[in-house]
Structure formats: C-alpha cells, structure tokens
C-alpha cells in the first residue's frame, strides 16, 4: 500500500529532478491545493522556491491576510504579495460571459507570474496544486461526451503560449488525500480543512459584469455567512459554501421605504471530491437568521435565497 509519507518522499525526489537547479514560482489561491504544493516544493528545493500571492480584488474577506501570515510568518517562506486589483478589475469591464471571465483570469495570473519571474532573474517553472478532479473536469465529464465543462484556471484556462513549464506535484490526488498530505506536512489543522476555493474567486460568484463595488457587497455578505456557519459548527460537516450575488434587481421594503436591490444566493453542498454534490440541509432557524443578518448589514442586497441543486445537473460554483 502507497502511505501519504512514500508518496511525500518520492515526490519530494521527482520534483528534484524535474527542477534541477532552475527556480520556480508557485501561485497560491489561499486555498488548501495550492498551500500543500508550496509546501511539499519547498521541502524539495528549498528556497529555489518563490511562492506568489496575487491580489486581483476577488479575494474573499481576510484572505490576503491569512496566507501572508501562514508562509511568512509560521513557514518563514518568502512570499511576494502582489497588489493586483487595477490590472484585474479594468480587464473585468464588460465581461460577462462566464469562460471569458476564466481565460481572462488565467492569463492575466500567468502574466503576473511571469513578471515576477523575471524579476526573480528568471524561473523557468511555475507550481500549481492541480488535483486529479481538476484534470478530469477541464478534459471531459465523467461518462459524458468529451466537452468541456468549465476551463479551470489550473489546467484549462491557461494560455497556450507560456514560458514556463508546470510542476504540479498533486496531480494524481483527490482533495481528501491532499488534506492528509497537507496534515503529514504540519499543515495547521485550520488551513487543512479550509473549504475549497476556485482560482477565480469571486469572479466566478457575479454572474454577469464584475465590478469592484459587486465584489466589495459579495465579500460582506459572504463573510456573515461564513462566520454564522462556524459559530453554529457547521463548516466541517459542510464541503463548500459561499454566496453568490445575482445581477438581479427586486423590489423590497425596509421601514416604510421601498427598496430595489440585488439578489443574493447562498449555497452550500456536501461532497466528497467535489465531483458530485448535494445541498446542504441547514437546521429549520439557520438559513432565516442568516438571511436577516445579511440583508440588515449589507447594504445593496435586499433578498436572499438558497440554492437546493445537486451536482449534477448543476456545478458546485454558478459559472
Ligand atoms: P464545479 O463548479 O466545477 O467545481 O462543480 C468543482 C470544484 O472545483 C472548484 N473550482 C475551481 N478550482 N480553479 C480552481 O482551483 C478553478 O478554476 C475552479 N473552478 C471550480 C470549485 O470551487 C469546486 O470546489
């Protein structure tokens, strides 16, 4: 039987050999795949690695805080922050159709990464934590005709022309298996059972246009929700949840005034790989409380709802 420590220990010699003496840049997400990538490249080669956190303002609430302390302050890796929201959000203008959203994520990820590159005196590698399920899905759906679902900005969504070569040391793992590499690494409990968080972040929650002040009124209402489902001790028993803000408009009443406000949904499923899903059933007062909550404090969101489809026929994200 394959133990996570062999497969730590003969990746640990394959990255060494596919790296050589050459630098590599790794990208992290702030999510789990990412983080256990660094980290097992790290142990590899060391401070040929250069870990790069970019911000393109579709980052969650806290997000760039939390990472920035975990490689900088609890690793000692050096990280390079990357204040991106500008370059992100001008080329988000009048972008609305969901995998133009992704090809343009993907690349303008790739172009940061290669100035930083450069920077650096040249990488020739770029690390990712791509994992078997994002493979599988970017190629074809699993007893499906052979489509693209959605170009995942760890695979598919990558531009064809691009200097460096990958590293992706977590290709063959399912997410269950890289959160007990993430534990054999001393990964702190919390960041290993972090709930799985796309590339393309809150981008790929706003149907339709994404503007700074749509992510700013996302990442409010996404924080009320989040914090209410730990403060019920619900995150663990949940796969993934978040909030989605629709380009919808509905009239409301707040005191004796009349209200015309964005819709926002809130899912969350159960899941094992993240290939298939189930909505989560919340307990009867959980999702009532939560919507006054979010509909009190968020200005610009006056309805909430809650999405009840399976994966499939429906993906875990909207778009
Ligand atoms: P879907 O929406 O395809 O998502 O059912 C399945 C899982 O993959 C995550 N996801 C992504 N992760 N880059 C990532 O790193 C992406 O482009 C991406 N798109 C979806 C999604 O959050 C869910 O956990």
Redesign the pocket.
Same mark, same amino acid.
């Given at each position: 039987d394959w133990t996570m420590a062999e497969f730590r220990a003969a990746k640990i010699e394959e990255i060494r050999a596919q790296v050589g003496t050459d630098k590599v840049i790794c990208g992290l997400?702030g +999510?789990v &795949?990412?983080s256990v990538a660094a980290l097992l490249i790290h142990e590899a080669i060391g401070d040929q690695l250069t870990c790069v956190f970019v911000d393109g303002g579709i980052l969650r609430a806290g997000e760039a805080e939390q990472v920035v302390s975990l490689f900088r302050e609890h690793y000692h890796i050096p990280l390079v922050h990357v204040e991106a929201q500008d370059l992100f959000m001008d080329g988000l203008k009048g972008v609305t159709d969901p995998e133009a959203k992704?090809k343009f @994520? +993907?690349k303008t990820f790739i172009d940061v990464f290669e100035a930083e590159a450069n920077r650096i005196g040249g990488a020739r590698f770029l690390a990712q #934590? =791509?994992?078997y $399920? &994002?493979v599988i %899905?970017s190629v074809s759906f699993t007893g499906g005709p052979s489509v693209t @679902?959605?170009?995942? *900005?760890?695979?598919g +969504?990558l531009p064809e022309r691009m200097n460096m070569a990958l590293v992706e040391p977590l290709r063959e793992l399912f997410?269950d298996e890289v959160r007990v590499l993430g534990r054999e690494l001393g990964l702190p409990d919390v960041f290993v059972g972090r *709930? $799985?968080? $796309? #590339? $393309?972040g809150l981008a @790929?929650r706003i149907p339709g246009e994404v503007t700074r002040e749509r992510c700013d009124i996302l990442r409010k209402a996404d924080a009320i929700y989040l914090e209410e489902i730990r403060a019920a001790g619900l995150y663990d028993a949940i /796969?993934?949840a978040?909030a989605v803000l629709l380009p919808v408009r509905t009239v409301g009443v707040m005191g004796d005034a009349r209200t015309y406000d964005h819709v926002l949904a809130l899912r969350a499923v159960t899941?094992t790989d993240?290939?298939t899903?189930q909505a989560f059933q919340f307990p009867g007062d959980f999702l009532p409380r939560v919507s006054t909550r979010i509909i009190n404090e968020v200005k610009g969101v006056n309805r909430v709802v809650y999405d009840y489809t399976s994966?499939p026929p429906? =993906?875990?994200? /909207? %778009?």
């Open positions: 997400s +999510g &795949d990412s992704r @994520i +993907g #934590g =791509t994992l $399920p &994002d %899905e @679902i959605k170009s995942h *900005h760890n695979v +969504g997410k *709930h $799985p968080f $796309p #590339g $393309p @790929i /796969w993934q978040f899941s993240g290939m899903a994966k429906g =993906t875990i994200e /909207w %778009e």
